[in-house]
């Protein structure tokens, strides 16, 4: 693994400088770090359903959802304290992604897609209905004035996501997932476990996103139905995921560094136009460069040809 | 008394229901595209009525054909020199770059027409009549005919034309079709045309009963998966069916259990019939 | 790997001071007013009348002398986002306006379900913010310092309705409530079960609605089957149009029907044409109200440059949200200062009359204002019952639908 070690490095240099700053740096880049730390969590822990295992699922924004819920209810109902409420909502979104995952993991394709973005939206609809979550008026958490904590619970849980990626890209239960992903029934026939590993792989998704989104819930102090069970939210983790490169530890990361910065800059520059803007990147990024940005640099395939040959591959 | 009114109001509905999830049911089947934009679609029809009646003062039942013209011009475009150049990557590719068609095309239409409310109210727009205490209005009993006439002129198509053959065969076989010298490109973009074409005729209905905005579409698009599914994802009988079903179903829960559970109850229908009959109620096993 | 390592740190290291590239800072003698307003999406509508009347008022101001502080006068300057109606996006321009763009004050969203998280953002910063776009007593019951604003707590909404329902003859004596599950609609909902115990009046029909519905048709026929005197329907703009046009379609004729918002909007009376006669509607505000102050001399003056400069007329929203930028300037100049405490205290203790009427907050940082029932007849607004008295003439009970044709 010796062409890896730039890459940690890199990683290593980074991390140490985001450890050290925060307190030197400005309110507005804090919080604009914190919700990249946000966004790339959330990529990497759909990496590990959508990109190691195959299964994109298009409904993780549910796992989300019942983490900010989770720990918001926790929170200001039973008046927990933070540690306690966000630890339950990580385990809420990891046992509620179990469950769900035990019948919907046996659909294939579209179908679990479908099925997925299902599960995302009647749990939205349940949670309007409940009494417990505010209904549509929503939760308002106690108010926090400092963003350090938040900055760093981000970053710990980016490490986690992006830790737990790299563990699976060399472990046995890893390649079990991939070759679930190359072919099912292969897998099957060599003895793996394929609705046991699904399951843990989904369920160790939905945790981790239960975890950005106990964390969010605290730090953004509102949340509502509407607001943490974006399908937006899935496709942003999605398309980050793919644009960095799916199925690869650092692809996530990077798509997610990337994007969100354009998706800054264009919020405040040409605010009407920045969703358009969005829209465009999701179909230039499916057309030009579906195997992602890691896949690109790895292979040094940057040239329009290196472009082009998706088209021979994936047109009609 | 009142659960006639809510039964009829249920079906009314539910044929409009049915003729949307018609296109996606075809694309769907026929070439393995779950098309995200298809809420977009309905919205552009619904623009296009409401654009003709009140530029022009079209009538929207006669401006229907116009508008299914232009749809389907516009979905063979997207398809042809668009979509059909991934259709032939993982599935999850083609439902991502449909996502971002959708929110280009209602960016698009909020910039140009505006997130302002718009309605198409022609004269009859409420007039009603009653039988035996059931209210009808008149639109809901002519929008409900427009779809049953739709969807049989389009089952016409599918079943006896040579270009319905031509698309039953890519579908099912796309080897052997290329083998016999069908044009699939072409064949793929018509259907799609023709997905868009009905999701058009949707709109165009679905705008004389409700308001018209940009992101009308979403919830549509989520609709039209539920009744697909319901029905039985590529047989067409079972979007209307499954059109009625949902109709029937949410009219009941709205009445009976309050009007805050008709989401939640075809969401969950949703999951469930996927986990339990994924072919849905009229599809084919396996 | 080392080119495509340094390329790759390039185009991160870009990208990052991209991103990272907009802000701002307030020039010398300006004072900056921030908000993050819904300019698209579902509270569109609504959020114009606010970008409106902020920028006719801002403008009105600095045409005036500006704003005076320690003798000297500052340029009152807005600075506006589109929140898309999406409350998170809301919180996260709220936050960037006050900790990077550095604005001096604020002034609100519009929704209370928007204005309840923006309010926690000013109050963690402790900016003070002026708002006049949401109406729902939670955004003040909260204990919050920082937040004021000017519409009537929502929980009233309804009773001057209520008590003129009951004063009516023949009096009105069932009624059925629907209300959307949102902030503000749930608050009205709350307040008006009060008022209907208060009058005595039957509540027959009781229910919560999503606020994204468009079909009202499964409601409609249950409200028929129960025949209700009186409907209240609290809700958006969006929800009303439907439920009239569907109420139409359905038959049902109620003797007396109101909305929470609507009717005061001339777009809505234009976009229901013949459909809007005899709907009533709840505005704490009229055009030809006998209220005035500095800058805008009358409620009719305010009306005559806001229908000029916009081309349409001006409702509670608008004169709502002109209120808002008045009286941040009397504040800063009661206060002698832009510092945020000093701000909140002018503002506390604030009491001028001004085009919108009297601008004094309650200590929870919500006005006290009465609601006028106003009633749709020939395209326009006539008031019907205020302060507790009848001051108008109702159409009652409101013509069935065949007889209207």
């Known amino acids: 693994m010796a062409g890896d070690r730039i890459p940690i490095a890199l990683g290593a240099a980074a991390l140490l400088i985001l450890v050290a700053t925060p307190g030197l740096l400005s309110p507005f880049l804090v919080q604009f770090l914190i919700n990249l730390f946000m966004l790339a969590a959330l990529a990497e822990s759909w990496n590990i359903i959508g990109g190691f295992t195959g299964y994109a699922s298009f409904g993780n924004v549910a796992f989300f959802g019942v983490g900010a819920y989770a720990t918001g209810v926790l929170l200001t109902t039973a008046e927990l304290p933070f540690a306690l409420a966000l630890a339950a909502g990580g385990i809420a979104a990891a046992v509620f992604a179990a469950l769900v ?211 021979r591959e994936y047109r009609v | 008394m009142l659960l006639t009114q809510v039964l009829v109001n249920g079906i009314l509905l539910g044929g409009l229901y049915g003729i949307m999830a018609l296109g996606m049911s075809l694309i769907w089947g026929v070439m393995n595209i779950v098309n995200v934009a298809h809420g977009a679609l309905i919205m552009l029809g619904a623009y296009l009525t409401f654009w003709t009646f009140t530029l022009w003062g079209w009538d929207p039942f006669l401006s229907l054909p116009v508008t299914i013209g232009v749809l389907f011009v516009y979905g063979y475009v997207l398809q042809r020199f668009l979509l059909n150049l991934i259709v032939r990557a993982q599935l999850f590719l083609t439902l991502l770059i449909t996502f971002g068609v959708e929110v280009v095309m209602v960016n698009l239409a909020r910039i140009a027409w505006s997130s302002d409310l718009r309605q198409v109210s022609p004269d009859y727009a409420a007039a009603n009549f009653s039988v035996r205490g059931i209210t009808v209005p008149y639109v809901r009993l002519w929008v409900f005919c427009a779809t049953m006439v739709l969807s049989v002129l389009f089952l016409l198509v599918l079943e006896k034309t040579r270009l319905g053959l031509a698309i039953r065969a890519t579908s099912e076989e796309l080897r052997a079709a290329r083998l016999t010298g069908i044009p699939v490109a072409h064949v793929y973009a018509v259907t799609f045309g023709l997905g868009a074409a009905l999701a058009g005729a949707a709109g165009g209905l679905w705008g004389m009963l409700f308001p018209i905005t940009p992101v009308m579409g979403g919830a549509l698009t989520l609709k039209s998966f539920v009744v697909a599914v319901l029905g039985g994802l590529g047989t067409m009988m079972g979007a209307i069916v499954g059109g009625l079903v949902l109709g029937i179903a949410e009219s009941f829960t709205a009445t009976y259990l309050g009007p805050t559970y008709p989401n939640a109850i075809s969401f969950g229908l949703l999951v469930l019939i996927l986990i339990f009959r994924p072919t849905g109620l009229l599809g084919r096993r396996g | 790997m080392r080119n495509s390592a340094r390329r790759f740190l390039i185009l991160a290291g870009a990208t990052v001071a991209i991103g990272v590239m907009a802000t701002t800072a307030p020039a010398a003698d300006e004072i900056v007013v921030g908000s993050a307003i819904s300019q698209s999406g579902k509270y569109a509508r609504e959020g114009k009348f606010y970008v409106d009347a902020y920028t006719l008022t801002a403008d009105a101001i600095n045409k005036a002398g500006g704003v005076k502080v320690g003798g000297k006068s500052y340029k009152l300057a807005l600075k506006l986002y589109d929140d898309q109606s999406d409350p998170n996006l809301a919180v996260r321009l709220f936050t960037k306006l006050v900790t990077s763009d550095k604005v001096n004050v604020l002034l609100g969203p519009y929704s209370s379900g928007i204005t309840i998280p923006a309010s926690t953002v000013a109050e963690k910063y402790e900016i003070p913010m002026v708002q006049g776009g949401g109406a729902s007593g939670k955004i003040f019951d909260r204990g919050y310092k920082y937040i004021f604003g000017t519409l009537p707590k929502a929980e009233f909404y309804f009773q001057a309705a209520v008590e003129a329902a009951a004063k009516m003859s023949p009096p009105v004596r069932t009624a059925a409530l629907l209300y959307s599950n949102e902030a503000f609609d749930r608050s009205v909902a709350d307040g008006t079960r009060q008022w209907l115990k208060d009058q005595k009046i039957d509540k027959i029909y009781d229910e919560e609605y999503q606020p994204a519905t468009q079909d009202f048709t499964s409601i409609l026929a249950v409200i028929r089957s129960k025949s209700p005197d009186l409907i209240l329907v609290a809700g958006h703009e969006e929800n009303a149009l439907n439920f009239i046009r569907q109420s139409q379609a359905a038959d049902v004729n109620p003797r007396m029907a109101v909305f929470t918002v609507g009717p005061p909007t001339g777009d809505f009376r234009k976009t229901l044409g013949k459909a809007a006669e005899y709907v009533y509607g709840i505005t704490p505000w009229l055009p030809d109200m006998d209220v005035g102050g500095e800058i805008f001399k009358t409620a009719r003056d305010f009306d005559r440059q806001f229908q000029e400069r916009f081309g349409y007329q001006a409702d509670y929203h608008v004169a709502s949200g002109a209120a808002d930028v008045l009286a941040l300037k009397f504040a800063i100049e009661k206060a002698n200062s832009v510092e945020a405490k000093k701000v909140r205290d002018a503002l506390a203790a604030l009491d001028v009359e001004t085009l919108y009427g009297r601008i004094k907050f309650e200590p929870t940082g919500q006005i006290a204002m009465g609601q006028v029932l106003v009633q749709i007849q020939e395209g326009k607004l006539v008031p019907i019952y205020a302060s507790g008295k009848m001051i108008g003439k109702p159409v009652y009970p409101t013509p069935s639908w065949s007889q209207r044709r």
């Open chain 1, 101 to 311: 995952g035990m019948p919907i993991l046996r659909l294939k394709g579209h179908y679990f897609a479908i099925a997925t973005l299902g599960v995302a939206e009647t749990t939205r609809e349940i949670v309007y209905n409940l009494r417990i979550t505010g209904g549509g008026t929503g939760l308002t958490m106690p108010i926090s004035r400092s963003p350090l904590p938040f900055y760093y619970l981000m970053l710990s849980i980016l490490l986690a996501t992006t830790l737990v990626n790299w563990w699976l890209s060399s472990s046995r239960f890893g390649y079990g997932l991939i070759a679930i992903r190359e072919d099912e029934d292969a897998a099957a026939a060599m003895g793996i476990n394929t609705p046991l590993y699904k399951t843990i792989a989904f369920s160790v998704s939905g945790g981790l996103a239960g975890l950005v989104g106990g964390v969010f819930a605290y730090w953004i102090t509102f949340i509502d139905p509407e607001g943490v069970f974006k399908v937006s939210t899935t496709i942003q983790m999605i398309i980050m995921a793919v644009f960095g490169g799916a199925g690869t530890v650092a692809g996530p990361l990077l798509g997610a560094l990337v994007l969100s910065s354009v998706s800054e800059f264009l919020s405040t520059q040409l605010v009407s136009l920045a969703e358009l803007v969005n829209g465009l990147i999701v179909i230039l990024v499916v057309l030009f460069m579906p195997r992602g940005l890691a896949e690109m640099i790895r292979k040094r395939q940057f040239s329009l040809r290196d472009f082009a040959r998706n088209f």
